[in-house]
């Protein structure tokens, strides 16, 4: 049983860290700060980088402003464009590591099985057999990262290469081929965008139109990255602007009150660029979506309508039957033939720490407290699970904004509420059941006035038929991350070990 962090140092309470993506890291670098050295992050992968070390197909980018998809004390003045490339944003956090010294406090391949609370502590076990144990328990594993593959008949029939999005081949040949995608989310229109022209076909199967929203694709020169260099006050402009704060409070509004204007000035704009993109009349209607704006995640693409009329492009909206060998079978019966197929059709959302098995106070399993939806008090704590923090965990802030911004903010919260384990007041500290449960029917009661609910389909939409995401602006999520209403929580004390 090991009691200590990786690099032997120790002050202040030992953290154990759940993954090393953009939040993991981002615990890291924050305990550091404090000059807390006393921590382990577990991944589950080879390297660190999270979704953007597990994605790597073609066409790859954040479709949030490359200089907003970074640390607020870490800007990179050499992102090579407005929208960066996935393979950019790794390269990135690769950099967080070394420059905040977090190498010696990452144990790579170690997937985690069980978190135990016992005796005032976690107690973790990874799939190979390794213990730890730990006051503080960070699960930073992010919410696309079991890929989802839909339920058609026959998917393993297929004769030729057929792969998940987040798990490419990169072996398999993908020029002059016969290319299959399956879905139209966001991963799906940066595939077609990448692959139109290089396959000699390439069919898009469509079961839902998307609203598609331009954004500059602006490359950044030589002279460009020089400035941010020299002045980080435009890479603040970039992060700040004000049309993107205009935009952003539009798109709230359309979210939040579906029957204000700003929701019919949204679509209107979304619509105008589908047609002014968009030639061909038959075309254009299979692209025009037959639901409100902003009730799926809104789409961020420069070239998806073109790439869409590239004359080797198709979109088929046709009605999957099976997979076959030689290629999708249509409910009308048509056999569209393939070579490759690739599957965009998403992530399971609702996983987040599962599968692993976490057991907090008296013995509650987190499976159980979930077995409807899964829960968290403003999307960070547990009730019975103390000193355990969820970063971007369930019902937080998912939809068009920086992620990093999200984790950091809540990062900030949880280290105020952690403070008087610190102080030794308590052992423990976490939510009670009835703070969570008002927030829930808050959460639930302003869930159901969005255009989330408008009635789409997205992975947004929980079990219980409501969006599992912040439902209020984002100036009210500021607020409540600024300070823990202590009130909300209960203290535990020393608990006998078995």
Known sequence: MSNSSSNGEGNGLRTIIIGAGMAGLLAGIKL???????????EKNDGVGGTWKENTYPGLACDVPAHAYTYSFAYNPEWSSFLAPGPEIREYFEDMVERYGLENHIRFNSEIDTC??????????TKDGHEDVGQVLVAATGVLHHPNFPKIEGLDDFAGPSFHSARWDHSVQLDGKRIGVIGTGSTGVQIVGALAGRASKLIQFQRTAQYIMSRPGVAYTEEDKRAFREDPSKIEMIRDNPRSAEFRNLFLEAILKPEST???DLEAMLIQNLEESV???VLLEKLRPNYRAACKRLIFSNNYYEAVQHPDVEIETGAIERIEPEGVRLKDGTLVELDVLVLATGFKADQFVRPMTITGEGGMD????WSQTPRAYYAVTVPNFPNMVLLNGPSGPVGNFSLIDVAEAQWNYFDQLIEPVRKGECLGIAPTMEALDAYDVRRKEAAAKTVWASGCKSWYIGDDG???VWSWSMDHFW????????DDYELFEAIAAE
Do not use: C
Not at 32 to 42: A, L, P, V
Not at 479 to 486: A, E, G, H, N
């Open 262 to 264: 700003a929701l019919d």
């Open 466 to 468: 409501l969006p599992q």
């Open 479 to 486: 607020d409540v991350m600024s300070k823990p209403k202590f």
């Open 32 to 42: 550091k700060e404090r000059g807390e050295n006393d921590f382990t992050i577990y």
């Open 279 to 281: 030639k061909d009349p």
């Open 366 to 369: 987190l499976e159980e407290l």
């Open 116 to 125: 135990e609370w016992r005796g005032g502590q976690w107690h973790i076990r």
